[in-house]
């Protein structure tokens, strides 16, 4: 069989765009063409809130590749402004419609790839019609937030929604001078981090200003005096703004598919297989409007990443040109900055692995565990050494990573990045403990916090170290626990468990007999490794203990920990 001859591409940005390049690359012979309903056939939109921030100052920076470019390097032609609007899959035929002009012609393929991308989210609230609301998705849209923002001087701002763009949104209209709220439906900002996690992430925003309503939902918006907005909410609160922007999520563009007759998933994405083929012959699609393959779990996702989106492109133009190939599905590895902090993370968080029904502790495929530790980005002896608040979830049985959280200042991506790749590789704990990686005392240590996060997760594997999770303190320590403190006098007096025993890790063998031999020992210090010292003793002289993970760092995240210091253990 020859490869096709005529492929049309309905879209572009990450998936489209890759896979038109990859198919020249492949086939010099084809005929390609790329269709956008929008005057951008390949920017990052990824930067636009640092556009809309001013810290990416020329609109044509965002600019990855023009029509001309894509006509004199690779001779493909796009086309924008121009809208596909039917697809007849038994002709293999599209409607095409220039929006310039109105003009509609018919146009037939060999092959064609759609990659309509996702639209902003915009739920049916009361008033999301009036000016001064917008969403961030294109350099239109962004152009538009800058204009607004010059024209009416805008000094406050409300963000709804505490995802990527919510915060990426919130951080560059502070940086711009403006007061910024942001209100998240969920507990906690951040979906793919834990919300103890998440915490240190709003401590941030908090710290910067930033008024967080979370567990709140906008209810409408309405148009307040001197031409501002009111965002009411569903706690009463009335937030006065210059400006809005929804930032909530997205809806993938599947109407031009399902009309067509392909099949959709059940999270609304279009169906594919591992070579991103459609239900329909001849059809693939790539990007954010179709559904893939998590590689942990085993679930379907929508995944708007760019990422991904690109590597699906590439697969979908080899698939066409008949090369053996296949899209291993998805992780979640993704990255955010925050006021100078960094959040990042890789495959499965605890939440989602307890709503599909593992279990935290279990045995088996269906169990997992989790360990804290937050180790210097590197070694402290250099100076400039900043913490990275790293959590490890892995399964017991095996050892098998299951998914990271990080966040820190300084060497966040790159622990993550790591990880990401021995989850990729379907690998354990234990190839984190063996991970050779470069070392030199300004970049890391010769323990880096990838091998300590191994090393941890490894000793509970093997049985050395048997871990608690703070959560399991909320309200005080369960019947038939006794708390012990293995810091120093002068740490305890800053802040401590409440009820906690207090033996420095150094005294643990003179004092030993003050501990009870009945029931359990949940052991913490400031940040686990004297704990650990302690457990291994401890376990050796017959005493069942538990290590709580992290230490008294740890339980910064966990507010519902009583402790004897009001403001509670320190956070970010």
């Known amino acids: 069989m020859t490869a096709p001859k005529r492929i049309l591409i309905v879209g572009g940005v990450a998936g489209g765009a890759s896979c038109a390049a990859r198919l020249r690359r492949l086939d010099e012979a084809a005929e390609i063409v790329v269709y956008d309903r929008g005057p951008h056939v390949s920017f990052a939109n ?29 001779r493909i032609d796009v086309q924008v402004m121009t809208e596909v609007t039917s697809i007849d899959t038994e002709r293999r035929t599209i409607q095409v419609c220039h929006l310039p002009t109105g003009e509609v012609r018919t146009e037939g393929y060999d092959a064609l790839v759609l990659s309509p991308g996702a639209d902003p989210l915009i739920p049916p609230i009361p008033g999301t019609d009036l000016a001064g609301i917008f969403s961030v998705r294109t350099i239109p849209d962004s152009t538009r937030i800058r204009r607004w923002l010059s024209e009416h001087r805008a000094t406050r701002a409300v963000v709804v929604g505490g995802g990527f763009i919510g915060l990426e949104m919130a951080e560059n209209l502070a940086h711009r001078g403006l007061l910024v709220s942001l209100v998240e439906l969920a507990p906690h900002v951040m979906a793919p981090l834990d919300p103890e996690m998440a915490r240190l ?27 501002r907005l009111i965002v ?48 329909a012959a001849g059809v693939w699609a790539v990007g954010d409007a179709i559904e893939v393959h ?45 006021f100078g902090l960094t959040a990042a993370c890789t495959g499965a968080n605890e939440r989602t692995l307890t709503k599909l029904g593992f279990e935290r502790g279990g045995a088996g495929d269906r169990g997992y565990q989790a360990v804290y530790l937050h180790p210097g980005h590197h070694v402290g002896y250099y100076p400039g050494a900043k913490p990275i608040h790293m959590k490890l979830i892995f399964r017991p049985a095996d050892g098998r990573v299951l998914g990271a959280q990080a966040i820190g200042e300084e060497g966040v991506a790159r622990r993550i990045d790591v990880i990401s790749t021995v989850v990729q590789l379907g690998g354990t704990v234990f190839d984190l403990e063996e991970a050779e990686l470069c070392y030199a005392p300004q970049f890391g240590a010769a323990k880096d916090p990838v091998n ?17 999770s703070w959560a399991a303190m909320a309200g005080g320590a369960p019947d ?24 420095p890790l150094e005294a643990l063998r003179d004092r030993i007999d003050e501990l009870p031999s009945e029931g359990t020992l949940f052991v913490y210090c400031a940040v686990g490794q004297r704990a650990y010292y302690a457990t291994r003793l401890l376990m050796q002289r017959g005493f ?9 760092q740890t339980a910064a995240a966990f507010p519902e920990v009583p402790t004897t210091s009001p403001e509670g253990p320190s956070s970010l």
């Open 46 to 74: 990824c930067g636009l809130p640092y556009f809309v921030g001013d810290v990416i100052r020329d609109e044509a920076d965002l600019l990855v590749a023009t029509p001309e470019l894509f006509r004199s390097r690779f």
């Open 294 to 338: 998590e590689t942990i779990t085993g679930v379907e996702v929508m995944l708007p990443l760019a990422g991904p989106a690109n590597r699906q492109g590439r697969i979908a133009a080899d698939a066409i040109c008949r090369r053996s190939t296949a899209f291993r599905g998805v992780q979640g590895t993704a990255v955010v900055g925050c």
């Open 480 to 503: 038939g626990v006794t708390v012990v403190d293995v810091r120093g006098p002068s740490e305890v007096i800053r802040g401590a468990v409440a009820g906690a025993k207090n033996i």
């Open 452 to 468: 300590l996060a191994g090393m941890i997760a490894a000793n509970v594997v093997r049985g050395d170290l048997p871990v608690e």
């Open 232 to 279: 009411r909410t569903r706690s009463g609160v009335a937030l006065d703004a210059d400006l809005v922007i929804m930032a909530v999520g997205l809806r993938p563009n599947v109407e031009l598919a399902r009309d067509a007759g392909l099949a959709i998933g059940r999270r609304g994405g279009i169906q594919v297989d591992e070579q991103m083929r459609t239900s």
């Open 201 to 227: 992430v709003e401590d941030r925003l908090r710290n910067r200003g930033v008024a967080l309503h979370l567990g709140d939902a906008v209810v409408a918006f309405e148009r307040g005096t001197a031409d």
């Open 544 to 552: 069942s203990v538990k290590n709580l993970s992290g230490g008294f």
